[in-house]
């Protein structure tokens, strides 16, 4: 299978517009647009029958103690896990593309409903559940795409890996809910007849340089 994306290109930056949050000389940083990016994948695996996209990022601190401090920096050799920024599950076996800003164009503060999508999709929980869990303006379940909103004070840039999986089956049995785990345990379980990914960088920080 191939992946691309017409917003960004493999390894290089993402822009903004598909970020939750810009750079900003005052306040660190500012809400974005938050749209989704376009993807579009080719060389389809014969049987297919659904895809699933996931995006990720696998460069978020395990520790917050430093994390969007004044005067401190999350350094580069803290340990990192994940966090799940979309998971898009029944996908038709036609649909071969996602247009850009087709499933999020601003960000809705407590998050966007789901698990329910357009065209009988379904959208899974983002990582910003967690986020924002102790933030009462902002707290909420969160479905569907929100982009990305690294530490802008962290040493590393973020990589923010698309990944389309597809499935010898129209659905994804996930047990649980939709949350990022689930979805991956649902799919090492899956009929997954093929997978392609491409990756996107982002940084809040004005002091790291995007290459």
Request: aromatic share 10%; with cysteine; glycine share 10%.
């Amino acid at each position: 299978m191939q992946l691309i994306s017409q917003s960004f290109l493999d390894g290089q930056e993402i822009p903004g517009e598909f970020a939750f949050a810009v750079p900003n000389a005052r306040t660190h940083v500012a809400l974005s647009s938050n749209r989704n990016p376009h993807l579009a994948w080719s060389e389809v695996p014969e049987g297919t029958r659904s895809f699933v996209v996931v995006c990720h990022d696998p460069d978020v601190p395990s520790r917050g103690d430093d994390v969007n401090q004044e005067g401190r920096e999350v350094p580069a050799y803290l340990p990192r896990v994940d966090f799940f920024h979309w998971l898009l599950l029944d996908i038709p076996a036609d649909m071969h593309f996602i247009a850009a800003g087709s499933h999020s164009v601003e960000v809705t503060p407590r998050g966007k409903p789901g698990p329910e999508a357009q065209g009988g999709l379904r959208h899974g929980i983002n990582d910003y559940t967690g986020w924002f869990a102790n933030d009462e303006a902002m707290k909420g379940r969160y479905f569907g795409y929100d982009g990305p909103c690294p530490p802008w004070n962290d040493s590393l840039v973020h990589r923010y890996v698309f990944t389309v999986y597809a499935l010898g089956t129209p659905t994804l049995a996930v047990e649980g809910e939709l949350t990022g785990a689930n979805v991956l345990a649902a799919l090492e379980k899956a009929q997954v007849l093929g997978k392609a990914s491409v990756t996107g960088l982002y940084s809040l920080n004005p002091n790291v340089k995007i290459d």
